[in-house]
């Protein structure tokens, strides 16, 4: 495939995949239409990058399915102004989606090589408002916090109290939670001293690993 045929799948993905199933926040829908996916994914997968799916990355972890990213980052209305917070990079590709909408994105993932490789296909992206962390984001990036918006993209029991109090007055956070096998996503609001939940869609993600999520014997 050659660059005029992966514009053509990024067109056809945004009809097929995210338009068709409600996707209709202008701003997520030009930058789901934008950003390289296929530079995203292992080189053996590139002709799959617009896939209807989630895809392996190595290390047991998926880059998820795009109308996953596309349905998490609508529902995370990032604005132009905002620091955001991703727990668990993957591939970097969603990182590359909302830097693409926000000022500044930190990311954090438990796998060093997985953040290495991440942060050099966001370089190689012109992402240059991302950071990529190595470690446990359960916990979150205290350094760097307040945050505007947090997205988790691997599966909690419950939302990490660290994340909460790393969110910013009038923040969002978006998280799965639910069992190990099936989640629900949650959107949190932070209001005037208090924080308010709503249910959304069901999903599937990999685990949350660490002293806020899951534990490896769970
Ligand atoms: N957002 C990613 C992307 O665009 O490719 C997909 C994320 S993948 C579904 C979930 C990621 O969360 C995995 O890479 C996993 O290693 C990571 N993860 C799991 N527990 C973590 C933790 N406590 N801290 C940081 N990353 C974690």
């Not at 045929?5 to 945004?14: F, G, I, Q």
């Not at 991703?86 to 796998?111: D, H, K, M, N, P």
């Not at 997985?114 to 446990?136: F, K, M, T």
């Not at 990999?206 to 534990?215: D, N």
Request: glycine share 10%; net charge negative; aromatic share 4%.
């Amino acid at each position: 495939m050659n660059e005029t045929d992966y514009t053509e799948a990024r067109r056809k993905m945004v009809d097929s995949q995210l338009r068709a199933r409600g996707i209709h926040d202008p701003g997520v829908l030009r930058v789901m239409e934008d950003v390289p996916r296929h530079l995203f994914v292992p080189p053996d997968l590139v002709n799959q990058a617009y896939d209807d799916r989630p895809l392996d990355i190595g290390a047991g972890q998926t880059i998820s399915q795009p109308y996953m990213v596309a349905l998490m980052t609508e529902l995370l209305a990032v604005e132009p102004h905002h620091r955001v917070l991703e727990v668990g990079t993957g591939s970097g590709y969603q990182a590359a989606v909302l830097a693409c909408l926000a000022r500044e994105v930190i990311t954090i993932e438990r796998f060093e090589r997985l953040a290495r490789e991440a942060a050099g296909r966001l370089r190689d992206a012109g992402c240059d408002n991302v950071r990529v962390l190595v470690g446990d984001g359960s916990a979150g990036a205290p350094d760097h916090a307040p945050f505007d918006r947090i997205i988790v993209t691997a599966a909690s029991p419950s939302i990490p109290p660290s994340l909460k109090k790393q969110l910013a007055p009038a923040g969002r956070l978006v998280c799965p939670v639910g069992s190990r096998q099936a989640q629900r996503l949650i959107v949190m609001d932070r209001g005037d001293g208090v924080f308010e939940e709503s249910e959304g869609v069901g999903c599937v993600f990999v685990p949350l690993l660490g002293k806020e999520g899951w534990s490896k014997d769970d």
